[in-house]
């Protein structure tokens, strides 16, 4: 399982990063960046199938996006 943090991928377009994640790779965000990520998340489910899981991580406050599908 790959973990990366969202400030290093910033750059990138997220709707990009959340698509090209692989199965069980793991996003660790802030709430704020969650909030940008949920949506478009539910529009790939929508056009692609693709199923990401959101848990928040309360040891160092950030969520943890783990592409399950």
Do not use: H
Request: glycine share 2%.
């Amino acid at each position: 399982m790959n973990t990366i943090k969202a400030k290093k991928v910033k750059t990138i377009n997220w709707t990009a990063t959340l698509r090209l994640m692989p199965i069980s790779s793991v996003l660790q965000c802030t709430i704020e960046e969650k909030d940008t990520l949920a949506p478009i998340a539910t529009k790939l489910k929508i056009s692609e199938g693709k199923e990401y899981s959101f848990m928040k991580d309360s040891s160092t406050k950030t969520y943890n996006i783990t592409r399950v599908k």
